[in-house]
């Protein structure tokens, strides 16, 4: 599947080897949403990409950046 991410600033790939990755990304995106890490700004959004969400964070040049967070399931059984 061919998803278009334009005009995203920064992408951030992650890789699970354990079993249910919706419920560790749905952890991830509950973390964010509570502590804005990275200088976050506001909540993270739902992406139509599966096991993907995103995020606005302040860059040091004070220009807000959006970030996709990509999460790839690796876990075989």
Do not use: C
């Not at 995103?54 to 040091?60: A, D, E, L, Y």
Request: glycine share 2%.
């Amino acid at each position: 599947m061919l998803v278009w991410l334009a005009p995203v600033r920064a992408r951030v790939v992650e890789y699970f080897k354990k079993a249910g990755i919706l419920k560790l990304v749905q952890g991830l995106q509950d973390h964010a949403d509570h502590n804005h890490p990275v200088r976050q700004e506001e909540a993270t959004a739902s992406h139509p990409m599966k096991w993907a969400y995103q995020s606005q964070h302040r860059h040091s040049s004070d220009e807000l950046l959006r970030v996709v967070q990509m999460n790839v399931n690796l876990h075989r059984t």
